[in-house]
Nanobody, 123 residues
Framework: VQLQASGGGLVQAGGSLRLSCAAS????????MGWFRQAPGEEREFVAT????????DYADSVKGRFTISRDNAKNTVYLQMNSLKPEDTAVYYC?????????????????WGRGTQVTVSS
């Protein structure tokens, strides 16, 4: 599967952005999808994940209550709605896909990655 993230940009603190990740192929619904982010000089970190049907989600504590992950399997797309953005949310955001359950917060357990999209939050 090929993934393409979009929707990043520059926003003031307190603002919102919605990231999208479009997937190629006809088996999108068979993938667990995740969002990760990487700030300069930092390791890639888990942000959110969503199961195949979208019935279950998980979030990093740092974004819980502010970010919402969702998916539309008919459109082969996963979204990340980001509200109440903070300067510390500044990073390159990546979407990723994995076929198996487990280790959903671990970047190297994901099978496919898209190119990132830059999110910059100014104070």
């Amino acid at each position: 599967v090929q993934l393409q993230a979009s929707g990043g940009g520059l926003v003031q603190a307190g603002g919102s952005l919605r990231l999208s990740c479009a997937a190629s192929g006809r088996t999108f619904s068979s993938y667990v999808m995740g969002w990760f982010r990487q700030a300069p000089g930092e390791e890639r970190e888990f942000v959110a994940t969503i199961t195949w049907s979208g019935s279950d989600t998980d979030y990093a504590d740092s974004v819980k209550g502010r970010f919402t992950i969702s998916r539309d399997n008919a459109k082969n797309t996963v979204y990340l709605q980001m509200n109440s953005l903070k300067p510390e949310d500044t990073a390159v955001y990546y979407c990723a896909a994995k076929t198996s359950w487990g280790s959903l917060r671990t970047p190297h357990k994901y099978d496919y990655w898209g190119r990132g999209t830059q999110v910059t939050v100014s104070s």
